[in-house]
C-alpha cells in the first residue's frame, strides 16, 4: 500500500482533515482525532493526516493524568485493544494500525500500540509511517539501544530522518563511546548521507540499496567497505594507501583526514590517529566538539591498549595497571574540564564531567555538572539519577528521594532505566530505615523482572522475615 499525498485523495476526505486541523487549532481535541480517524480508515496511506492525528494525540495526552494502574495495563500491552490487533497483524495491517490509533487516542506514550503501527506500516510499505512510529518509541526510551539502532538502520535503509536518527544514535554514542553494534549503525547512517549528499540520491520507494543507486560497481564495493566498522586488515591497509594518496592533493580534506583518524584508530596505531586528529583541528575545525571528543576518546583507548599489553604474570602487574589507570583517569578529569571551558553551553559536556567527578568521589563538583546536565533534555534523568545518588552518599537522603521520585514521574516507560531509578529510590529508603516504602520500590520491579539485580533476593527475604 503507498503511501499518499492529500491531493491523491478525494474531496470529502481533504474537507475531513482541514476541519480537522482546525479543531486542533481550538484545542477541540477529541474532535479533530475523530476526523483524522475517519480520514485514516479509507486512506491509511495519508502521511499527512497521520502526523496531524499523533501530534494531536501527544497534545492530548500533556493535559491528561492517568491512575498507574491504567497506565500499566497501556504500556504493557495487555489490553483487549492490543490483543485484537495483535491478532490482525498478519491478515489485516491495516485494521491492526486503525485500533493501535485509538490505543494512542488514549494514550501517546503508549509504546505497544506505536510498536503495533511500525509493523503494520512495514507489512503494508509505508516507510514514513514506519519511521514515525519508531521515532516516537525512541523518544519515549532514548537510551534502549536496540530500538535506536532499529530506527537509524531503517532511516539508512530508506533514506527518511536521517538526522533524526543520528541525533539519537549520538546521544546514545556519547554514553557507550565503543559500542560496536552502535559504532556499526552510525556507519550505515553515514554510508547513506554521503550517498545523499553526494548527487546519489535515493530511490524515491525506499526499496533500493546503496549498491542500486552507484553506477559503478567498484565504487559501491569501496563504499561498502569504507563504512565497515570492524574492516579486515588488508581492507583497512588498502584505504589507508587510498585516502593518503588523495590527501597529497587534498591536503586539508576534513572527511579524508577523519577517516584516516578513525583507520589508523581501528589499526591500534593511536599515535598515528592523533596526529590526524589534529590536522583536522587545523584543518578549520578547531572549534568543533566531536573533533575534541574524537581526540579524547582515542587517547583513552590508547590507555587501555597499554593495559591490555601488560603481563598478568610480571611482579609488578597491579603496580603497572594501577599506575596507567590512574593516568587514565587523571587525563580524562582534566581533558573533560577543558572541554567544558571550551563549550561552555554544551550540557552533554557537563554530564560527562559530572559522572567523572562522581567517579573521583568528588561529589560536590558532580551535584553542580548535573544540575546543568538536568537542563538537556537527553541527559535530564540520567543527570537526575546521579544526582540523587550524590545527595545520597552526603546523607541528603530527603533531597535523594524527591530527586528520584520527580525523575520516575517523567518516565511513561517502564524500562531499563525507570528500573534504576526504582531501585535506587529503595536503597535510599532502606539506608534511612524506611523498610515499607523500600519493600514497596523492590516490589514494582519484581512484579516485571524478578532478575533485576538482588531484587529477588531482598523481596524474598522480606516475606521470609514475615
Known amino acids: 500500500m503507498a503511501e499518499k499525498e492529500l491531493n491523491e485523495i478525494s474531496g470529502d476526505l481533504r474537507g475531513y482533515y482541514a476541519k480537522g486541523v482546525t479543531a486542533v487549532q481550538r484545542n477541540n481535541l477529541d474532535y479533530a482525532l475523530t476526523l ?5 480508515e479509507k486512506e491509511p496511506g495519508v502521511f499527512e493526516c497521520r502526523k496531524a492525528l499523533r501530534l494531536a494525540q501527544a497534545q492530548k495526552s500533556a493535559g491528561a493524568s492517568k491512575g498507574f494502574f491504567k ?24 485494521e491492526t494500525m486503525a485500533i493501535a490509533e485509538q490505543m494512542l487516542n488514549g494514550d501517546a506514550n503508549n509504546v505497544s500500540a506505536h510498536r503495533l503501527i511500525a509493523d503494520a506500516a512495514q507489512a ?3 516507510p514514513q509511517t514506519h519511521l514515525l512510529a519508531l521515532e516516537s518509541m525512541v523518544k519515549l526510551s532514548p537510551k ?20 533524526a536518527a543520528e541525533q539519537f544514535l549520538d546521544e546514545l554514542i556519547r554514553t557507550t563511546p565503543y559500542d560496536p553494534d552502535l559504532q556499526q549503525a552510525q556507519k550505515n547512517l553515514s554510508a547513506r548521507k554521503t550517498l545523499d549528499q553526494g548527487g546519489y540520491g535515493a530511490l524515491e520507494d525506499g526499496k533500493g540499496s546503496y549498491r542500486d543507486v552507484l553506477r559503478n560497481k567498484e565504487e559501491a564495493v569501496s563504499l561498502e567497505q569504507a563504512q565497515r566498522v570492524q574492516k579486515t586488515e588488508d581492507v583497512a591497509s588498502r584505504l589507508i ?19 584516516l583518524a578513525e583507520l589508523y584508530t581501528q589499526k591500534g596505531q593511536f599515535d598515528r590517529a592523533l596526529e590526524y586528529y589534529h590536522r583536522l583541528k587545523n584543518a578549520g575545525l578547531a572549534g568543533d566538539a566531536s573533533v575534541d571528543r574524537a581526540i579524547a576518546e582515542t587517547t583513552v583507548r590508547q590507555f587501555d591498549a597499554q593495559l591490555a599489553q601488560l603481563s598478568p604474570f ?12 590512574a593516568e587514565k583517569a587523571a587525563f580524562q578529569l582534566a581533558d573533560c574540564q577543558q572541554r567544558a571551558e571550551k563549550y561552555p553551553t554544551d550540557l552533554a559536556i557537563r554530564y560527562e564531567l559530572g559522572v567523572l567527578y562522581f ?21 535530564r534523568i540520567a543527570a537526575m539519577n546521579y544526582l540523587a545518588q550524590c545527595f545520597a552518599l552526603r546523607n541528603m537522603n530527603d533531597s535523594a528521594v524527591r530527586t528520584l521520585q520527580n525523575a520516575i514521574k517523567e518516565k511513561p516507560v517502564f524500562d531499563d532505566e525507570k528500573k534504576e531509578l526504582t531501585y535506587n529510590l529503595g536503597c535510599v529508603f532502606e539506608k534511612m530505615g524506611k523498610k515499607a516504602e523500600a519493600i514497596e520500590q523492590f516490589l514494582i520491579i519484581y512484579e516485571t523482572d524478578i532478575n533485576y539485580r538482588d531484587v529477588g533476593a531482598k523481596v524474598d527475604a522480606h516475606y521470609a522475615g514475615q
Open 36 to 40: 483524522f480517524c475517519q480520514v485514516l
Open 124 to 126: 503494508l510499505e509505508m
Open 314 to 325: 610480571a611482579p609488578d602487574h597491579a603496580e603497572q595497571a594501577a599506575r596507567i589507570q
Open 71 to 94: 497506565k500499566m495495563m497501556s504500556s504493557t500491552g495487555s489490553s483487549p485493544q492490543f490483543i485484537k490487533a495483535k491478532m490482525a497483524l498478519n491478515k489485516n495491517p491495516a
Open 144 to 163: 534502549d539501544k536496540a530500538l535506536v539502532i532499529e530506527f537509524a538502520n531503517t532511516a539508512a535503509e530508506t533514506g527518511l530522518e536521517a538526522d
Open 359 to 379: 567517579q573521583a568521589g568528588k561529589t560536590t563538583e558532580a551535584v553542580g555538572e548535573f544540575q546543568k546536565a538536568q537542563q538537556n533534555p537527553h541527559k
Open 241 to 259: 594507501g587510498e585516502y593518503e594518496a588523495r590527501l597529497a592533493t587534498e591536503p586539508d580534506q576534513a572527511k579524508l583526514l577523519r577517516s
